[in-house]
């Protein structure tokens, strides 16, 4: 039978403690709940209060139920007051000194049977395990931020935790409403095993001013359809808790350098900038704990006029391309008022790209997104040529051929041959070099990148890319152009995968490195990432999708780019690839689609 857990003991009311506290209040638990000092003690108390209250004014916590919530906690300092709990979460900070401290001393305060888990994101389970004389009653039990929201919980047995003990949290997982993935003890888990490397990255990104810390946070955001952005996760996490993490998985991970704390993150602990908690992070809130973000010295100006600061003007726009991106593009620019000129190879190309315009505008009049009207407006703005003749007179050509350099080049250089002074030259490419493409022209500064994701129409985001060459005024008229296409337009160096597939795929590669070491199953990976996290697809389920060919010829050019050893290809995304399993497409990927 199931162990009863009638009282709970959480140590530590930080970040991730309150929330613990409130987990368990919600469910009918009763909590003591314990910290250091009687400021701290109050601080946590005061978090819980404020979430609660805001569960109440949001409507989802009736009054009285707050009210019995906060009854069953009892507030205490120091561990003495854990003598007679069934369960006990550590959730301090990351320091395994500190914690193999703390479990000795519960050991001696608990009675026997009581089960003693940490909340550590990256230490070794085992390692505070040993620290007490019941290591076969420890276990991890690790919530995500924050802890009343997400659903997901990893539960963590080490080689000794006691089978009874783990069907026990894993009973009591399901008692609280949570999702639960048992795994075994490695640095990070699941979850954080694929999201930090990432997340490191993207502060490295801001660390070299490769982009601003909205334009890497509103990439992710609005290119993955993430919760959050990196950054803005950072400072919900704590940037001190991440450090530690972050220092812990390198040490734990094999020493991967993607996990080595960027330097930043240090000066920014020894700041005292610690994120929410401390009211300053990557960004400045309201007071600390707040999640009200408030404009400081770095925020960008926002307003159109400031947007269209030395921008050109643009009234007719080149396209050049037949394909999925062209046609997107064309129908994007044309919708927002632009005067389009497509060229492709030839008028077959170009009957085929205006009947793919006007059913996807027709699409839009069905579904009452689009008037006739406005459909046959735009309609009207595009013209058909098949010779590049007839981009002498545009202000802005997007080139979306097909991604080879040389054809690239050879088209940019006609471009410089044909186009009027001033105009801005585009590449949609989404893997090669932008610079290599502006040097086939005598203007470079002229030349910038523009990353429409697919399918253009739909979606919010357009990378701008500027080269070492890129002209300010280039960069800042394709940046309003984006904002004239109701598109948030973000601006990064020449790297290979600008930000999105930069950050995106080593992230993907990792979850298959993970699957191909049998550490999890694409199962519960998925699960941790969407009930953890918050991502609206698990990797597997992405990777199906996006295609295992496409993703491993971008994770090629990053690991060549870079020379990372830790972006080398997983090599089972190489042999599924071999293998002809390609995804979706070829109904089969790291899942079977032949029966869906
Ligand atoms: N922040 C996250 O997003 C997150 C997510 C999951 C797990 N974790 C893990 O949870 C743990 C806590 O992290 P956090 O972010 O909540 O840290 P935090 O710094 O926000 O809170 C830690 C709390 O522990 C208290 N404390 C310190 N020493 C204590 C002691 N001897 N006795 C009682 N209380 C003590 C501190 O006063 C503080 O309130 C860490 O192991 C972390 O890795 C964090």
Same mark, same amino acid.
């Given at each position: 039978?199931?162990?009863?857990f009638?009282? &709970?003991g959480? #140590?530590?009311?930080?970040?991730?403690g309150a929330g613990? !506290? /409130?987990?368990?209040a919600?469910?009918?638990?009763? +909590?003591?709940?314990?910290?250091?000092?009687?400021p701290?003690?109050?601080r946590?108390?005061?978090?819980l209060?404020?979430?609660?209250d805001r569960?109440?004014?949001?409507?989802?916590?009736a009054?009285?139920?707050?009210d019995?919530?906060?009854?069953r906690?009892h507030?205490a300092?120091g561990?003495?007051?854990?003598?007679?709990?069934d369960?006990?979460i550590?959730?301090?900070?990351?320091?395994l000194?500190?914690k193999?401290r703390i479990?000795?001393?519960?050991?001696r305060v608990?009675?026997p049977?009581t089960i003693l888990a940490?909340?550590?994101?990256?230490l070794?389970?085992?390692?505070?395990?040993?620290?007490t004389?019941?290591?076969?009653q420890?276990?991890?039990?690790?919530?995500?931020?924050p802890?009343?929201v997400?659903?997901l919980?990893?539960? &963590?047995r080490t #080689?000794v935790?006691?089978?009874?003990v783990?069907?026990? !949290? /894993?009973?009591?997982c399901?008692?609280l409403?949570k +999702?639960?993935?048992t795994i075994?003890d490695?640095?990070?888990f699941i979850?954080?095993?694929?999201l930090?490397g990432?997340?490191?990255h993207?502060?490295g990104?801001f660390?070299?001013?490769y982009a601003?810390r909205?334009?890497i946070?509103?990439?992710?955001?609005?290119g993955?359809?993430?919760?959050?952005g990196?950054?803005?996760l950072?400072d919900?996490?704590g940037?001190?808790?991440?450090?530690?993490?972050?220092?812990?998985?390198?040490?734990?991970?094999?020493?991967d350098?993607r996990?080595?704390?960027?330097?930043l993150l240090?000066?920014?602990?020894?700041?005292g900038l610690?994120g929410r908690?401390s009211?300053?992070?990557?960004?400045?809130?309201?007071?600390?704990?707040?999640?009200?973000?408030?404009?400081?010295?770095?925020t960008?100006?926002a307003?159109?006029?400031?947007l269209?600061?030395g921008?050109?003007?643009?009234?007719? !726009?080149g396209v050049?391309?037949s394909?999925t991106?062209?046609?997107?593009?064309?129908?994007?620019?044309?919708?927002?008022?632009y005067?389009?000129v497509?060229?492709?190879r030839?008028?077959e190309?170009?009957a085929t790209?205006?009947?793919a315009?006007?059913?996807?505008l027709?699409?839009?009049v069905?579904?009452?997104?689009l008037?006739e009207?406005?459909?046959?407006?735009?309609l009207?703005?595009?013209?058909w040529?098949a010779?590049l003749?007839?981009?002498a007179?545009?202000?802005?050509?997007?080139?979306?051929?097909?991604?080879?350099?040389s054809?690239?080049?050879?088209?940019?250089a006609?471009l410089?041959?044909i186009?009027?002074?001033?105009?801005v030259?585009?590449?949609?490419?989404?893997?090669?070099p932008?610079?290599?493409?502006a040097?086939?022209?005598?203007r470079?500064?002229?030349?910038?990148?523009l990353?429409?994701?697919?399918p253009a129409?739909?979606m919010?985001?357009v990378?701008?890319v500027?080269t070492?060459r890129?002209s300010?005024?280039?960069t800042a008229?394709a940046?309003?152009v984006?904002?004239?296409l109701?598109k948030t337009?973000?601006v990064?160096?020449?790297r290979?995968?600008?930000?999105v597939?930069?950050?995106?795929f080593p992230?993907?590669n990792d979850?298959?490195k993970?699957?191909e070491?049998?550490?999890?199953t694409a199962?519960d990976?998925?699960?941790?990432m969407k009930?953890?996290?918050?991502?609206?697809?698990g990797?597997?389920?992405l990777?199906?999708?996006?295609?295992l060919d496409?993703?491993?010829?971008?994770q090629r050019e990053?690991?060549?780019?870079?020379?990372?050893?830790?972006?080398a290809p997983a090599p089972?995304?190489?042999h599924l690839?071999?293998?002809?399993y390609l995804?979706?497409?070829?109904?089969?990927?790291?899942?079977?689609h032949?029966?869906?």
């Open positions: 039978m199931a162990r009863e009638s009282t &709970v959480v #140590v530590g009311l930080g970040t991730m613990i !506290v /409130e987990v368990f919600r469910n009918g638990i009763n +909590v003591v709940a314990v910290e250091i000092s009687e701290a003690l109050e946590g108390r005061a978090t209060t404020g979430s609660t569960a109440v004014a949001k409507g989802k916590l009054a009285a139920d707050r019995a919530l906060h009854e906690v507030f300092v561990l003495d007051a854990l003598h007679s709990v369960l006990v550590e959730a301090v900070p990351e320091h000194n500190l193999q479990f000795a001393e519960l050991d608990c009675r049977e940490t909340n550590t994101s990256s070794s389970v085992t390692e505070i395990s040993v620290a004389t019941r290591p076969n420890v276990i991890g039990i690790h919530f995500f931020n802890a009343p997400m659903k919980v990893e539960v &963590v #080689v935790t006691s089978p009874e783990v069907a026990d !949290v /894993e009973a009591l399901g008692r409403g +999702v639960d993935v075994n490695r640095a990070g979850a954080n095993a694929l930090f990432y997340l490191n993207a502060v990104m660390e070299s001013h601003t909205e334009d946070d509103a990439a992710m955001k609005l993955c359809g993430l919760p959050m990196p950054l803005a950072m919900l996490i940037l001190d808790t991440a450090y530690e993490i972050l220092d812990t998985m390198y040490r734990r991970g094999g020493r350098r996990h080595a704390p960027v330097p240090k000066q920014m602990v020894t700041a610690l908690k009211g300053r992070g990557f960004y400045t809130y309201e007071r600390p704990g707040s999640p009200v973000v408030v404009p400081d010295e770095a960008p100006p307003t159109e006029a400031a269209a600061d921008a050109r003007a643009i009234a007719k !726009v050049v391309g394909g991106m062209a046609t997107g593009i064309i129908e994007v620019f044309a919708k927002a008022g005067e389009v497509s060229v492709t030839g008028a190309k170009s790209v205006c009947e315009v006007k059913t996807s027709n699409k839009g069905v579904r009452g997104k008037a009207a406005d459909r046959d407006a735009a009207g703005r595009i013209s040529s010779t003749d007839h981009l007179d545009v202000d802005l050509v997007v080139e979306a051929v097909v991604e080879e350099l054809v690239k080049k050879a088209l940019f006609s410089d041959e186009c009027k002074p001033g105009v030259l585009a590449t949609t490419t989404s893997s090669l932008v610079i290599d493409v040097m086939a022209t005598q470079p500064a002229d030349v910038v990148g990353h429409f994701f697919n129409p739909v919010p985001l990378e701008v500027r070492i890129t300010p005024e280039a008229t940046r309003a984006c904002a004239a109701g337009g973000v990064c160096g020449d290979s995968g600008f930000i597939n930069a950050l995106l992230y993907l979850a298959v993970m699957l070491a049998s550490y999890s199962d990976i998925d699960h941790a009930l953890g996290c918050g991502y609206p697809m990797p597997f389920e990777l199906d999708v996006v295609g496409v993703s491993l010829a971008i990053l690991y060549l780019e870079l020379r990372e050893p830790g972006f089972l995304l190489e690839v071999t293998a002809g995804g979706r497409k070829t109904r089969r990927g790291f899942r079977d032949s029966h869906r």
